[in-house]
């Protein structure tokens, strides 16, 4: 079992930056593809961005490219989201992800149910 913190969120005008976190423990996320996903007021839970366990490959979505850089470091079983330019639209509960890496076709990191583990979310406001 994975357990998944995260961290990092609150509130910050738009334009601004914040760096999220997440924390992993129980097992070690050095095998572990990642992701971010978030969930707007009145919106289902999205797809954000992802990483695959070595880091040779990150996804994002078209909504955030350009914005935000995920990066993980494995000594520290943490993964990371930076944000900047933020938009008033980014406002959402942000969750990290996990799943034991394994061959994977197609665009799987956009997919909720390829990831077995999850954190309780971060809240990001970004006020206009």
């Known amino acids: 079992q994975v357990q998944l913190v995260e961290s990092g969120g609150g509130l910050v005008q738009a334009g601004g930056s914040l760096r999220l976190s997440c924390a992993a423990s129980?097992?070690?996320?050095?095998?572990?593809?990642m992701g971010w996903f978030r969930r707007s007021p009145g919106k289902e839970r999205e797809f954000v961005a992802a990483?695959?366990?070595?880091?040779?490959?990150?996804f994002y979505a078209d909504t955030v490219q350009g914005r935000f850089a995920i990066s993980r470091d494995n000594s520290k079983n943490t993964m990371y989201l930076q944000m900047n330019s933020l938009k008033a639209e980014d406002t959402a509960v942000y969750y990290c992800?996990?799943?034991?890496?394994?061959?994977?076709?197609?665009?799987?990191?956009?997919?909720?149910?390829?990831?077995?583990?999850w954190g309780q979310g971060t809240q990001v406001t970004v006020s206009s």
């Open positions: 992800a996990a799943r034991p890496t394994h061959y994977s076709s197609g665009d799987w990191y956009r997919h909720i149910p390829e990831y077995g583990f």
């Open positions: 129980g097992r070690t996320i050095s095998y572990c593809d």
């Open positions: 990483i695959t366990w070595s880091a040779d490959n990150r």
